[in-house]
């Protein structure tokens, strides 16, 4: 069964940083790209990134409003994959989730599988 | 970056209803994009990908349509269990985005 779980979350003063965790099992890994997705409390997902299998030597891909301060890296001897958070801000208080990325021979296809999310909270 | 422009925001429905959801792209995004229900306090579900092909397992009432700019997400005779949060997502270039979600509620 494929399976991705987060873990890594929890209460945090802004400023400070936190790295999440993305554990993976059921299917190659390496042969796989996986994105983060967030979603603040009551509001729609915002694509974070994702990292691995990506063409021309790219290693990972991120928003642009959050490209600087957060950063995608992947294991693949463990199957996981990182989200290291910087510089963390209030407005970064959401549910994380990590989903996998199929590829196809046209390139990127839709996030199929879903880990169930970790909660980020940023708050003095 | 690509915007994904989705409407209504809410939707009333009863069941049974046919229910249809548009997604537009602010540039030609060919068939790069999906949809996806939420249910409260749960990780989204892939229903659609490239615009119209039915995930694996996803009922047929489910159907998407459209190419380039405009989509559409058509629910067929809506069951209780369907009254959630929609979204479309395109992948059409390395920055995908989302569009705001369309909840569909009970009329």
């Known amino acids: 069964e494929v399976q991705l779980v987060e873990s890594g979350g929890g209460f945090i003063q802004p400023g400070r940083s936190l790295r999440l965790s993305c554990t993976t099992s059921?299917?190659?890994?390496?042969?796989?790209?996986v994105g983060w997705v967030r979603q603040a409390p009551g509001k729609g997902l915002e694509w974070v990134g994702f990292s691995g299998n990506l063409p021309y030597g790219v290693t990972a891909e991120y928003a642009a409003s959050l490209r600087g301060r957060f950063t995608i890296s992947r294991d693949d001897s463990k199957s996981v994959v990182y989200l290291q958070l910087n510089s963390l801000k209030t407005e970064d208080t959401a549910m994380y989730y990590c989903a996998r990325v199929p590829r196809t021979a046209a390139g990127l296809d839709a996030f199929d599988i879903w880990g169930q999310g970790t909660m980020v909270t940023v708050s003095s | 970056d690509i915007q994904v422009t989705q409407s209504p925001s809410t939707l009333s429905a009863s069941i049974g209803d046919r229910v249809t959801i548009t997604c537009r792209a602010s540039?030609?995004?060919?068939?790069?994009l999906a949809w996806y229900q939420q249910k409260p306090g749960k990780a989204p579900k892939l229903l659609i990908y490239?615009?119209?092909r039915l995930e694996s397992g996803v009922p047929s009432r489910f159907s998407g349509s459209g190419s380039g700019t405009e989509f559409t997400l058509t629910i067929r005779s809506l069951p209780a269990d369907d009254f959630a949060t929609y979204y479309c997502q395109q992948y059409y270039s390395y920055s995908w985005t989302f569009g705001q979600g369309t909840r569909v509620e009970i009329k």
């Open positions: 059921g299917f190659t890994f390496s042969a796989f790209t």
């Open positions: 490239k615009a119209s």
């Open positions: 540039q030609n995004i060919s068939a790069s």
